[in-house]
């Protein structure tokens, strides 16, 4: 058993805490405003302190960088609670610069610090089969590997500090980039008269074989966009893979048009539907219709 301190329950959390307890970790949580945690067999802290206070480990998977900016980062905040030998795993998606910071941060108070971003939404936390991309020590993710297996069904380590983060903004650009293929290839097919049950067998095998493929194509011929990862939450994943491509000099043109498609999928207001609900913008922009 180890004592773990879980901060943030969004759509990520409640289920990796669920994972956790029933594997029988002793987790206390907190989150930012006040949350019914009457289903989760753990503790409730009124403050980051009181959370960490005693944990072996620190988990928080985080919406974005001003969010973890705020919980890490700020007055009262782990970097402030948290002491030796704790470990601190920053699970969130944000900037490798902020990553960056955290690590500096957490070393100068003698903190093991690992960045170990997630692939997977809510469907995969509360399965229990995230895909987990860690940067740091290998010491340290050997002492915190216990409890990632908990919660994934790879971990991945990248290599020093900061690689899980960059490593999550290269899988995300693969991510969104086949979301886009997959909208317009479904528009051609429509366009062209073809049945597109028929068109996503053929894209279930060979070449064509992708897990996105496979579970995003039904759902839209289904019309269903009820959120599992929001289209907000990818916005803002693309301009970190945009910023982050910036800073190293190298190209991605693809993100450009995955950012014209989700940018209009949220003025048309598709922001809290799947992030899959791009594939709608991209055939109402050919005037045809993907469900049925």
């Known amino acids: 058993m180890t004592a773990i301190a879980y901060l943030g329950l969004g759509a990520m959390g409640r289920g990796m805490v669920a994972n956790l307890t029933a594997a029988g970790h002793d987790v206390t949580v907190w989150n930012r405003t006040p949350t019914d945690v009457s289903e989760l067999d753990a503790r409730s802290a009124g403050s980051i302190a009181e959370a960490v206070d005693g944990a072996e480990v620190v988990l928080y998977c985080l ?5 973890v900016r705020a919980v ?60 987990v991309v860690v940067g740091g020590d290998a010491d340290v993710l050997a002492r915190v590997r216990p409890v990632l297996d908990v919660l994934a069904e790879t971990v991945h380590h990248l290599g020093p500090q900061g690689s899980g983060a960059r490593m999550k903004l290269v899988g995300n650009l693969v991510v969104a980039a086949q979301l886009e293929a997959l909208g ?29 493929f496979a579970g995003v194509g039904p759902t839209v011929l289904a019309d269903d966009y009820s959120p599992s990862f929001a289209l907000d939450l990818m916005v803002k994943d693309a301009g970190l893979v945009q910023a982050f491509a910036d800073s190293v000099g190298a190209p991605v043109p693809t993100v450009a048009v995955v950012r014209s498609s989700l940018d209009d999928a949220a003025e048309r207001g598709y922001g809290r539907e799947n992030a899959s609900a791009l594939i709608k913008v991209i055939a109402e922009r050919a005037g045809v219709s993907l469900a049925g």
């Open 184 to 212: 317009e290839a479904l528009t051609l097919a429509k366009a062209a008269g073809l049945d597109l049950s028929r068109v996503l067998e053929v894209f279930a095998v060979t070449d064509f074989r992708s897990p996105i």
């Open 72 to 131: 890490a980062l700020g007055e009262g905040g782990v970097v402030a609670s948290v002491t030796a030998p704790t470990v601190v795993v920053d699970m969130s998606t944000i900037s490798p610069g902020l990553s960056d910071e955290e690590a500096a941060a957490f070393a100068a108070r003698g903190v093991p610090f690992l960045d170990a971003p997630v692939f997977g939404s809510k469907g995969e936390a509360a399965a229990g089969g995230l895909w």
């Open 63 to 67: 919406a974005d960088d001003a969010a």
